[in-house]
């Protein structure tokens, strides 16, 4: 039988805003029936194009794609009713119900009326949505939302599936909920699958992966064998009279040091060298504690884009001079605080402190109250009742007094999409009451620290996820706020992205400036000096990284990673709920 997806010589280009985008370049590749392939890349790779083309949405400029045995081009329609594809963002249909999407995209895959019940049936099964068929799709959760998607796309058993980042802002439970049904199919109807991601630990689980840069196919094979050329060059890094964030910015500038991140109690270091002994006893040397470990898929993605991309920056430029106040002073308080929408308690009687200079995170499922219980905290939503304060300024009294001090970069980051880079720092920096030669020097150094002068021009919409970021987080410091709260800030950017903004982070930091952040991706959560996890709406578990993790440990076990200990708590809690 000939491939499920066939790729020969694929090029394509767009024109956009007056320039010539190179989007895939002489791109080619087979992937084997059944099983699940991983389509990875940074930012601007390319991915989406080629889900896109593959989906036979878009038509390639040059080469040729066969899909199912079908030339893309001769058959679009065939191709596109023979498989199942999940765009971004779902595909969803936020006004209809559940039944109503599903509805909806079984008459688009011509499904006759007496196999939906059935089908329906079954997927609502799967999903565990049967309880939701009523409710309108813009009302579910992140997870319930993805798992419509994929119920929508599968609504006809595809031989063919394709997924383009299913799992962007999704809970780390909905995550593994969602690879379970993937491969529930795959093994009960030998299903293919191709699925692209910003998670590097869901690639791993892929039985293949394509990895893109820059519209070209760099390589392909097994996770692996990604890693098999790190062997000897990854190391754990400590030192005991060093923060963690001091200690990865020293890192990250040592000269052979391709990488360096957070993790557990040290620095994950990816070397350039090959001289196992060589890099340990330099880093001996300096001070360091050094522990050889295993190289991960993660480190052999950002190791070979670092190598394609050797002058890429680490724009850790962004710490500014600051009156230096004492540390471990209080600078959000939170006691019995509550938020009531009607007859719902979305926060529930939530108490905690955050000090000055801290990282502090809000971890939660999908629906747990976080992003509400960070509006609360921004002044952009009320209390129903309890106290909080924020730089001092009781919320209950003052909020407009209270933004004053803070910046807030929410989810989606609220940027103005048909204004230019500096347009949108015009507009923020006037909302923010800055004039004259004060606010010229705000832009001109946020267009300076963010690197984004290249792109001053450009209108936000076409740049990419890793430039919105940044300039969302420009637009978030235009007035030098003393608090920065992060709403889920690198949703779907790729790891390098990932840490370029982390270095950002640490240097404001350091300089004095607390953040409050709230994250899916929970490798993010080791940043954090304190954390709170939120169930319904409630503190579930509060304490540094490694006493979360030694909180869901269990008995004769080794210590969980964050992701794992996250799920356990969760889990834990609601076990708790269904016995009580």
């Known amino acids: 039988m000939s491939s499920p997806i066939a790729v020969t010589g694929v090029s394509k280009s767009f024109e956009h805003a007056g320039r010539h985008v190179q989007a895939l370049e002489d791109v080619s590749f087979e992937i084997g029936e059944g099983g699940v392939t991983g389509l990875i890349g940074a930012d601007g790779s390319g991915k989406t194009t080629l889900m896109r083309l593959t989906a036979a949405l878009l038509l390639p400029d040059q080469g040729t794609l066969s899909v199912l045995g079908r030339d893309t081009r001769d058959e679009c329609q065939t191709v596109q009713a023979a498989i199942g594809y999940m765009p971004q963002r779902f595909g969803l249909y936020e006004d209809l119900t559940v039944q109503e999407n599903l509805d909806l995209y079984a008459a688009v895959h011509g499904l006759q009326a007496e196999a939906r019940q059935e089908r329906y049936r079954e997927l609502m099964s799967m999903t565990g949505l049967a309880p939701f068929t009523k409710r309108l799709a813009g009302k579910l959760s992140g997870g319930m939302k993805q798992k419509l998607g994929l119920a929508c796309a599968l609504i006809r058993a595809p031989q063919l599936l394709l997924l383009d980042e299913p799992t962007v802002g999704v809970d780390p439970v909905s995550r593994r909920e969602l690879w379970q049904i993937i491969y529930a199919q795959v093994e009960a109807s030998g299903m293919t699958v191709l699925l692209s991601t910003a998670y590097l630990d869901e690639a791993e689980r892929c039985q293949d992966i394509l990895l893109l840069h820059q519209g070209r196919l760099l390589e392909q094979g097994p996770p692996a064998g990604f890693s098999q050329s790190l062997n000897g060059r990854t190391w754990l890094v400590q030192q005991t009279n060093s923060s963690k964030r001091a200690l990865e910015s ?263 400036v607390t953040v409050l952040v709230t994250t899916h991706f929970l490798q993010e959560a080791e940043y954090c000096d304190r954390l709170v996890i939120l169930a319904e709406g409630e503190i579930l578990a509060e304490g540094s990284p490694g006493e979360v993790k030694s909180a869901a440990q269990q008995p004769g076990t080794a210590r969980p990673d964050m992701e794992d200990a996250f799920i356990t708590l969760i889990e834990q809690h609601s076990q708790s709920a269904k016995s009580a």
């Open 250 to 512: 020293s890192l990250s500038d040592e000269p052979g040091v391709l990488d360096a991140v957070i993790t557990g109690d040290g620095i994950r270091v990816v070397s350039a060298e090959t001289d196992a002994a060589g890099m340990s006893d330099r880093l001996e040397s300096m001070g360091f504690a050094v522990q050889s470990v295993s190289p991960r898929f993660e480190d052999a993605f950002v190791a070979r884009l670092v190598a394609e991309d050797s002058d890429r920056s680490g724009l850790a430029g962004l710490a500014e001079p600051r009156e230096q106040d004492a540390d471990g002073e209080t600078v959000i308080a939170v006691r019995d605080a509550r938020r009531m929408f009607g007859d719902f308690c979305a926060i529930n009687d939530v108490t905690f402190s955050v000090r000055r200079g801290e990282v502090f995170g809000l971890l939660g499922a999908n629906g747990a109250g976080k992003t509400t219980l960070f509006r609360m905290l921004c002044g952009l939503l009320p209390l129903t009742s309890g106290q909080a304060t924020v730089a001092g300024v009781d919320l209950r009294r003052a909020r407009a007094r209270a933004r004053a001090r803070i910046g807030y970069m929410a989810q989606k980051f609220s940027l103005y999409a048909d204004l230019s880079v500096s347009q949108n720092l015009e507009f923020f920096a006037s909302a923010y009451g800055l004039a004259g030669r004060h606010r010229r020097e705000r832009i001109e150094w946020a267009l300076a620290s963010l690197e984004l002068e290249a792109v001053a021009a450009a209108r936000a919409h076409a740049l990419s996820l890793g430039y919105q970021q940044r300039l969302a987080l420009a637009a978030a410091l235009m007035h030098g706020p003393e608090i920065l709260f992060l709403d889920e800030p690198t949703s779907g950017v790729d790891p390098l992205a990932r840490r370029q903004f982390w270095r950002q982070i640490n240097a404001l930091v350091e300089s004095g």
